[in-house]
């Protein structure tokens, strides 16, 4: 499975953009990525998952670039609740789900 | 709709002891994956289970094991506990087929060994 790179940490203004990179130069034509977000050593929570293009849904927006071996989490208006930390993770299509967790992205995000 | 669930919330247990955790998955998802994520550090795969059947087994030795019951919800439980095998274990399942893309976790259980 392909890995993935995210820098350790990060902050943000509250009310700003946060955009969190992934690199996943590995990555193989038939997978996915995935973001997930934890919150405090709660259960992860799923956000969003791509294959080539561009998703949005109400929580975030998901940019892959053409050539599949990066993209960027886009939380449009960060909140205090956004802070935690965001994993992205390469899933093969016909995964058994046996998800490579990294060490993920401390989203810090400041008043 | 109820989300998966997992109880204990929190479980304190002397070494040697065993444990035994419990998932219930969303209405209609039939595949459980187990998680163990040690204070501080990443989730490491440890069991799938689908359709009743153990599908696969992350690094992690015989005494972690677990069961599906026929209405899918699911238990690992862990023998012989050692004082590393405190971590919160999480539960995650998914839809059968190609429809589920997505697996969705619990809060997860608390294990505390001492």
């Known amino acids: 499975d392909a890995k993935t790179t995210q820098p350790p940490s990060m902050d943000c203004a509250e009310g700003r953009a946060a955009n969190l990179p992934c690199n996943h130069s590995t990555i193989s034509g038939n997978e996915y990525v995935y973001w997930y977000r934890q919150i405090h050593s709660q259960g992860p929570q799923y956000i969003i998952h791509?294959?080539?293009?561009?998703e949005t849904n109400e929580m975030a927006s998901l940019i892959i670039t053409e050539d599949r071996k990066s993209s960027t989490l886009i939380l449009p208006h960060a909140t205090l609740r956004d802070t935690a930390v965001y994993y992205c993770?390469?899933?093969?299509?016909?995964?058994?789900?046996?998800?490579?967790w990294g060490a993920g992205t401390k989203l810090i995000i400041k008043p | 709709e109820a989300g998966v669930t997992q109880s204990p919330t929190h479980l304190i247990k002397t070494r040697g002891q065993q444990a035994t955790l419990r998932c219930s998955p969303i209405s209609g998802h039939t595949s459980v994956y187990w998680y163990q994520q040690a204070l501080g550090l990443g989730l490491q795969f440890l069991l799938w289970y689908d359709e009743g059947e153990e599908r696969n087994r992350g690094n992690f030795p015989p005494r972690f094991s677990g069961r599906q019951f026929p209405n899918y919800s699911s238990e690992l439980n862990v023998n012989a506990l050692e004082l590393e095998d405190s971590a919160l274990y999480l539960c995650a399942t998914r839809e059968a087929g190609d429809s589920g893309n997505t697996i969705y976790f619990g809060e997860g259980s608390w294990l505390t060994v001492v």
């Open positions: 791509g294959l080539k293009n561009n």
């Open positions: 993770i390469v899933r093969p299509r016909a995964s058994n789900y046996q998800l490579i």
